[in-house]
């Protein structure tokens, strides 16, 4: 199996970013036993303050993706209104700078989308810009 291979399973952790949730899920497995494997080979755990490549970079762009496009008030799945709104990646972690592979999302729809949320966005009320705003609210019209 694939993620018996340190490199494969490196990979897809450190450089696709993807979690051992997701990656167990793709195998029907626990995310224990992913962890289980990451141990075995060495591979440091995303939270590892040792190791922080990729993780930076993830962060990177999603800072620019906010900056670039601000959330909206509403979550784009749901559409309620929720204070906190995760950007949710939809090209299985591949950290893109395509606002279309994204979608701000509440924590429930993340939830249902990724297993679990990653990137917590609290919305400041004032410091957004407008037309960003308005982009966001009159896409998919
Ligand atoms: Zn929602």
Redesign the pocket.
């Known amino acids: 199996m694939a993620y018996k291979n340190k490199d494969w399973l490196q990979d897809q952790y450190w450089n696709k970013n993807r979690s051992s949730i997701k990656i167990a899920s793709e195998f029907s497995l626990t995310p224990q036993a992913i962890r289980y494997w990451l141990r075995k080979f060495g591979i440091p755990r995303r939270g590892d303050s040792t190791f922080k490549g990729d993780k930076a970079k993830s962060h990177t762009i999603h800072a620019w993706l906010r900056n670039k496009y601000p959330p909206p008030e509403e979550?784009q799945?749901?559409?309620?209104i929720?204070p906190r709104l995760y950007l949710a990646n939809l090209k299985n972690h591949k950290y893109t700078r395509n606002i279309e592979d994204y979608k701000y999302?509440?924590f429930?729809?993340h939830q249902k989308l990724d297993g679990y949320p990653i990137k917590p966005y609290r919305f400041k009320k004032g410091k957004e810009n407008i037309s960003n705003i308005d982009h966001w609210r009159n896409r998919g019209k």
């Not at 799945?77 to 309620?80: I, L, S, V, Y």
């Open positions: 979550c799945d749901c559409g309620k929720k999302l509440c429930d729809c």
